[in-house]
DNA sequence: GAGTTTGAAACT
DNA sequence: CAGTTTCAAACTC
C-alpha cells in the first residue's frame, strides 16, 4: 500500500526510458539533503519564447528587503480578486486566499491544486490524515470558473476527503495533450506520474491530474507575486507537491478538474510551489519568472529535500518523499500571459518545469545566507543570463529547459524556495525575496562602485538611483534585472516595488513587446565560480556572451560605459563599436581591419593576453573539434571569442564532452523531465548557439537535429557553458534560428534568445506581444 | 558630492 | 528605420 506500483510504469515498458530509471533508482530511503542548498540556484531559464526578454527578465527580490516586499506583496493579495481570473486561490482547509498573479496564469488556463496533508505513505493511511486538514490550491489562470466548477464537482471534497485519508492531493487542471500520453500506465512516467503510481486513488479521482504528497507540512509558495501572499496564506501545502501536470494525468481523463485542456500546467505554474522560506522569499517580477523549468530537478535535483522541509514519517514510502520532491516543482511557470502562448506553442511540453528550488535545507546554511542562496534565486527563467552565467555551477540546479521557453517571461514567477518548515512560516521575516539575477552582489558597496555583477545570486538589487524613470523603465537597472527595488536603491518616484505589481508587468510587457531581448541579459558571463567577474579580472569570462553587443564610440570599449566591456566580455561581430579596444576582445571587424591595434589592446592587458592564450588555446581544441579552423583565426575572430569564454570556462575535467546531446536527441517529454540534470544547467539557449556556431549557420536541422549525443557533445561547450551566440546584426542570425529548433526539439525549455525560434516552431503559435 | 561624459533606451 | 531626445550610469574633479 506504501509504496508505489513502481512496477506497473515498468510494465509500461519504459523500463528504458531515462526517467523511469532513475525512478527506479531511487531509494526508498529518504535522500533529502542539504544539497540543494547547493543547488539551491535554479536557473530558471526559459528562455522562451514568447517573449525572449522574459526568459532573461526576472523579476528578482532583494534579499535586503524582504520583508519590506514581502509586506508589500500582501498589499497585492487582493483578497477580493478570488473572482479574478488571474489570482491564484490557495485553499487551505476551509480558507481560500487569493493570489493575484495577473499573468502568470494565462485566462485560458486554470490549473488548481488540491492538497491534502495526508500520512505520506500510503493512500491507505487514514489515522493520519485525519488530523490533517487537506489542503487545495488552485490555481486558475484565466477562469476562475475552473474553480468554481471544481467547486460544484464536490472535488474539493474529495481532496478532502482524501485529505483525511491522509493524502495530499494535489489536483492539477492541467489536461494537456501530454497527459493523456502519460496517463497511460504504459506511458513514459513523468515526475508527476510518480505520485499517481504511488497512489492507485488517484486514478480513482476522477481522472484528475492528482498528486498526492504526504508531506504533512509543506509549505506551498507561490512565485514572486506571489510570494507575499503566499506568506499570507501560510499555506502549508506542498507547493513541492504540486507537479506539473504534465504526466500526471490518470487513466482516466474524466476528471472534472481537467478544465484546461490543452495547456500544460507547467506553463502556467512551473514555478516552485515552496512554502516560504524562512531565508528568503523570491519575490517574482514580472517577466522575471520566466520559465525555468528544471524537469530534470524534480527527478534528480528535487530528490534532495531538507529534512526539515519535508517531515516525513518513517512511514512514508520513500516514494512519498520523491512524490513530494517532484511536487515541488509544480508550480508555475512564471509567465500566464506568457504562457499562453507557450501552452499554444509548446502543448508537447510538459516536463515538469518547475524546480523545486530547495533553498533552504534544515540542514543547510541557508539560514545564514538567507538571500544569498542563489538556489533560489533563479527562480524563473527570468534568469538573466548574466545571472546564469555568475551563478556557480554548485549552486545551480540543473533544470530542464521546458518548453515553456514560450512561456513567457512576462508575468512574475515566485520562486520560492524556502526551507519548508513543518510550520508554516511563510510569513517569517526571514523570508528574502530571491532575485533572479544574478547580478547583484552580496554586499552593499558604494553605489557608484556597486558591482552589478557582485554576488553570484543576483538576487540582490542594483541600487539604482532613477529620478524620471521611475524605475520602470530599462534604463532602470533594477527593473532591468527584473528586481523590486529596495533600500539600497536611491530612486525616486519608484514604481518598481512588489506593491505596483501591475504596473510593473504591464509595463515590462509594454518594453517586451517592444524588444523581445529588452530584459535579456547584456552579457552572459561564466558560471563558475572562480571565474566570476566580480571585479572585471582581465580573465574573459569564458561564457561571456553579448546579448546585442555594444555601440560605442567615444569609449573605445575600454570603459564601463560599454556593455561588452562592463560584462568583461570581448565585443563581437554584433556589436556596433567604433574604434573598439575592448581588452576583452576586440570586435572581430575591427581585429581584422587592424590586428595592430588588437594587438595594442592585448598588449595593454598583458595578464589579460596570456590569460586569454591560454583560453584560446582552448578554444582552439573546441572549435576544431567541431569545426576545423584556423587557431589564428580563433584568436582574431569574433566567434572565437565567443567560443574562448566557453573554454575557459570549462575546468580541466569538465572539458569532457558533455551529456547535452542527450537531451537533444530524446522526447521533448523525457528531456523536459529528465534526467540530465547537469545538462540542464549548463543547456541554455546558448548551448544551442554553441552548437550553432560550431555546425554555422549552413548546418541542416537534420543535422543538427540528429547528432548523436557525442556528437553533439562537441557542438556543444563540454561544460555545457553557454556559448554567446555570434550575433549577426541586431536581428538573429539563421545560426540562432537553427540553434532554436534544436532547442525546441532536444530542449523544449530552453527559449532561445532568437525571437524568432519561438515563431519557427511550427507548434508554437502564441505570437509574441 | 557636483558636474560631465557616455551610450543605451525611449521617443518621434 | 533613422534621427533625436531622454535617461541614468560611469566617470572626473
Redesign the pocket.
Known sequence: MDTPDRPRAAAAGFEDSPVFNFINNLSPIPIHKPQDSSHNVQLFKSLDLAPVSSIFASPHVNPPKEHKLLTRDDSVQPSQDSSSPNSVRTRLGSTIRMIKCKNIVPESCSFTCHLNEGSIGSSADTSNSTSKLPQTIQFVGGHAECDKNQNADGNEDLARDQGCTGLEDVLLDHTGPDQMDSSQPGGIVHENQLPEQHHDGFAAYDGDYLITHESTSHMLRLAPPFASETQLVNETLNADNAFSGNSMSTDEPSGTYMNNAGHDPHLYWDGPVEGSAPDYTPQLLPGACQSQLAPNDQMCNAVEEPSEYLPMDQDQSALSQHMRVMSRRCLFNEKAGVVNKAAKKTSGHHSANTTTPRCKTSSGDNNSKPMRTPPCALPGIGLHLNTLATIPKDKIVPHVAQPSINQASNFPCAVSSSPPTSEPNTEDSSQAVVVANADEPSQAGPK?KRH?FDDGDGTACKR??????KCL?????CFHAGVFCSEPCSCQGCLNKPGNMEIVLSTREQ?ES??PL?FAPKVIRTSEPGQELGEYTNKTPASARHKRG??????SCL?????CY?GGVGCSISCRCEGCKNAFGKREGVALLSVDEVKLGYEENSALVKEEKNENDNQLVISQAANPAPAENVLTTPSVMNIRPLASILPPSSKRPRSSTKLLGQSPRLCNSQAHPKADILLSPFENYSAEMVWGPGTSDSLKGGLSPQTSVKVVSPNKKRVSPPRIGTGLSPICKSGRKLILKSIPSFPSLCGDVNNADPKTTSPAP
Not at 550 to 555: A, I, Q, Y
Request: with cysteine.
Open positions: 557608484k552589478k539604482c538611483s532613477c529620478k524620471k524613470s523603465k530599462l534604463y532602470c537597472e518594453i517592444r524588444n529588452a555594444c555601440n560605442c564610440k567615444k569609449s570603459k564601463k560605459y560599454c556593455e562592463q
